[in-house]
């Protein structure tokens, strides 16, 4: 078995751009030792352990199918020359924890919980615009690129083996792995990363036909949540204060008459309701 791994991570070494690669979004270089291939398997993987750990999907069609809807308007505004077509989904989880999160390569989930704290179509289009440009921005994959290294070449090799090869320790690998990625789904991004998820989030909200706003007025929803037992989604997205400034510079500077879709009635309609009357 360790033979098999080891050709196996050869493998990945010699076909993936292990090191440095160009990210999307800023046209920077970053540390990154996996392909684009291996993060959408790597976030393929690690959902069901997510949803278990956080969460199971929640059981009402209407509430998954609208908010699927607006992270793909969203995700139709994409446009980057060197981005791959991603499989984004979008989830809402049955949580009463605050939160919201993406696993590489294009699995974004919120919280029931967090939902029924928004006010607006606009906001959750906001929300999803965050993650989706943590996801395009390859963030998830520099975190795990930092904190494993070559180890997750390994891992990532054993987790693609578990589903082509029906080998009992192949699909232990691959839970392994499962559960690592999703505990560093908690790790807290840098203050440059939420930066640039609130940047380029801001971009896609607008190209998608949004108000930039509302951007802005999430930002004012978190720093509301502020206190002595602020929810989980202010630990894992730090400094709502400061990210709120600076939106609220960058509407001014880039949008400053732009307008756009909110849906203020249309959320409460389709979300807030119906989460009332299923004693959510």
Request: aromatic share 6%; charged share 20%.
């Amino acid at each position: 078995m360790k033979r098999i791994l080891l050709l196996a991570a050869v493998g990945v070494v010699l076909a993936a751009p292990v090191g440095c690669q160009r990210v999307p979004t800023t046209g920077k270089r970053a540390f990154i030792v996996l392909s684009w291939d291996q993060e959408i398997a790597l976030g393929r993987e690690a959902a069901p352990e997510l949803e278990k750990e956080f969460g199971r999907p929640l059981d009402n069609l209407p509430v998954q199918a609208y908010a699927r809807a607006v992270g793909q308007r969203v995700a139709g505004a994409v446009r980057h020359a060197d981005l791959p077509q991603l499989p984004y989904q979008f989830t809402v989880l049955d949580s009463d924890v605050v939160n919201a999160f993406a696993l590489p390569g294009g699995p974004v989930y919120v919280t029931r919980a967090l939902l029924k704290n928004l006010k607006t179509e606009g906001q959750l289009a906001a929300v999803l615009a965050h993650e989706i440009t943590h996801i395009n921005s390859r963030h998830g994959s520099q975190q795990i690129s930092r904190q494993m290294g070559i180890q997750v070449l390994l891992a990532a090799a054993a987790a693609a083996a578990g589903r082509t090869e029906k080998g009992a320790q192949m699909a232990t690998q691959a839970e392994d792995l499962a559960k690592v990625v999703v505990g560093l789904v908690n790790l807290k991004y840098s203050r440059g990363m939420e930066s640039e998820a609130d940047r380029f989030g801001l971009d896609y909200l607008a190209a998608s036909g949004y108000d930039p706003r509302e951007m802005a007025n999430l930002l004012g929803v978190f720093v509301s949540m502020g206190g002595p037992r602020a929810p989980e989604i202010l630990s894992t997205h730090p400094n709502p204060e400061a990210r709120f400034g600076d939106v609220e510079q960058m509407i001014r500077a880039k949008y400053p008459n732009r307008g756009g879709r909110v849906a203020e009635d249309e959320y409460r309609r389709e979300i807030l309701n119906r989460l009332k009357v299923a004693g959510r």
